[in-house]
């Protein structure tokens, strides 16, 4: 069964920092692209990043370019999501998952495997 975990999320300030972490078993990891998805309260499901199995591609979302980075350490299978000046949009349930190809990366639809999401709340 492939398992993933996600961990860091909280509450915090706008213009503050939080680091996402997901943690995934080895299978799962193993030749996976790993996204980041989020929903906020009333809103449909948005990606945010996602980073090919090697770590030598990423992509992004608008809203999030040049405040969050993606970035994975396969000998720790985890990818890491730090993200800088937080505001009150950036507030929701924040899910990694696993895609077995970099192809369409931005739709949910292309992933096999999801963590159960970490809750993210920036206060203004």
């Known amino acids: 069964q492939v398992q993933l975990g996600e961990s860091g999320g909280g509450l915090v300030q706008a213009g503050d920092s939080l680091r996402l972490s997901c943690a995934a078993s080895e299978r799962a990891f193993a030749g996976y692209a790993i996204g980041w998805f989020r929903k906020g309260p009333g809103k449909e499901q948005d990606f945010v990043a996602a980073?090919?199995?090697?770590?030598?591609?990423?992509y992004y979302a608008d809203s999030v370019k040049g405040r969050f980075t993606i970035s994975r350490d396969n000998a720790r299978n985890t990818v890491y999501l730090p993200m800088t000046s937080l505001n009150p949009q950036d507030t929701a349930v924040y899910s990694c998952a696993a895609a077995p190809l970099w192809v369409e990366v931005t739709a949910p639809t292309e992933y096999d495997y999801w963590g159960q999401g970490s809750q993210v709340t920036v206060s203004s």
């Open positions: 980073v090919s199995w090697t770590g030598g591609s990423t």
